[in-house]
C-alpha cells in the first residue's frame, strides 16, 4: 500500500455533493486516510466561470499509478464530467498530486502534479493534510512550498 495524494474540485452545480460523491467512490479502490477541510477558490487559468470547491484528500492504495489515473477518469465520467475547454467549468476534477514520493513523466500523467506549487488551491488543503511531506522533485516541504510566495488568488475556508 502506498500514500497517495488527490485533490478534487467542482464548480457547477452542488459542488459539495460533487465533491462527497467523489469522496465516497474514492473510498471504493483506496483507503481514505485524511480529508483536508473544503475551500472556496477563486478560478485561475483566465476562464470567466464561478468559484470553486477544493480539497484534498490523502488515500492508501494497492493500484498503480495509471489505473489510479484511469479509474478517476472513470469517476469523472461517472458523475457527468464532460471536456470542453480547458482549465473550464466542471462538476468534478481529480487530479493525483503526489504518488508517495514516485516521479511519473508520460504523455498522459505527470507526478507529481507539475503545477501544484504555483495553485493555492491545491497547497492550502495540502497544509490540512501534511504539511512536512517532501515534494520529490523540488525537495520542499510542502509547508516550504506554501511559505514561498505571495499568493494573490483567494481561497477561502468553507468548512
Known sequence: ??????GL?????????????A??????FGTVK???HLYLTEPVGGIKQQWFL???VAIE?????EVLLSTLKSIERKLGRKKTVKNGPRCI????LFYADLQ????DLVIPHPLLQERLFVLQPLMDLDPLFIHPVLKKSIQELYQSRSWVEKVQRYK
Open 23 to 28: 469522496l465516497s467512490l474514492i473510498s471504493q
Open 1 to 6: 500500500m502506498v500514500q497517495v495524494f488527490l
Open 54 to 56: 477544493n480539497c484534498a
Open 93 to 96: 476534477d481529480i487530479d493525483i
Open 61 to 65: 492504495t494497492s493500484i498503480d499509478p
Open 9 to 21: 474540485g467542482s464548480n457547477i452545480g452542488d459542488k459539495e455533493k460533487y465533491i462527497r460523491k
Open 104 to 107: 511519473v513523466n508520460t504523455n
Open 34 to 36: 485524511k480529508i483536508s
